[in-house]
């Protein structure tokens, strides 16, 4: 458990200019495993040290110093969360999700969730429902049947409320009296209006609203890009209602399969105008309305349904084994 007087070293850290996950989750190790001491001994320690023991460069140790200037300024926004009711987890404690820890890694794992509800849903068997803002009426349907399917097994549904199928995703979720989680790409005191929004559903424990930004953070394209791989770090399975073949969901597909993560596509109607078929082709599971694995064969697909370029290297005769019901 991060004690409150250590939250402003929390996010000093994670505010140094050009320093991803990686970076900051090896220094962390350093920190307290290799030196055993706490953040606040570190930002304590002198220039010569940080450079000695800690292997900073002259820069870093420049943007180290001016983030110690602005200490007081980071301890006031976390008195300020904290009197509001959100909690900060850092990725030591035994409340970070495993799941997320799991899917990215430990090193390329967020150092900070910033999280308003119930931190015990990060716990639970989870998946996230994914697709296109502008999505079709048979996606927006099939991810309410996700949704209903996954309720029913007290499985957690993740969505980044974007319109479309994350929005569904959520929705869907709640309507059926389950759980959610939804990942912002945006500071989540910036969140007030759907905070209020959901409130009942936070204060009873099926919403959790999460961040991994600066809380003051205004929306970005950016940071929505930036909160895609949250999303898919957060569920144990994937499903995508709908993708283009590009974007947000084509990437985080892409970048699942590379990681061997099993996502299960909405195998498309005939005239759909979509890349699912694609997706399936480069090695994603086929399901149909229902959720249910099914064979997938490429001679199946009537050539305009290939609206986008086909992947290379694809033969003809590949097959994907039909599994059973997830959700049985």
Known sequence: MILSSEISFWIALTQIPRWGNVKVNTLLQMIFEKEKIGLEDFFSRSVQEWKEKFGLSEVDCENFTAAKNELPNYSFIAEDLLSQGFEIIPITSSDYSSTLKENLNPLNAPPLLYIKGNKKILQESSLAIVGSRDASEISLQFTDKIARLASKQYKVVVSGFAKGVDKQALDSSLKYKGQSIIVLPQGISTFGSGITKYYSQIIEGDVLVLSTFFPKSPWSVQLAMARNPIIYGLAKEIYVAESGNE????????????KKRNIFVRK???????ANNILIQKGAIAVDFDGNSIPFQYEEIEQKQLVFAEPKNISKETKYPQQENLFK
């Open 268 to 274: 498309p109607e005939a005239i759909e105008k979509n």
């Open 247 to 258: 974007g947000g969901t084509w990437s985080g597909v892409l970048d699942g399969l590379r």
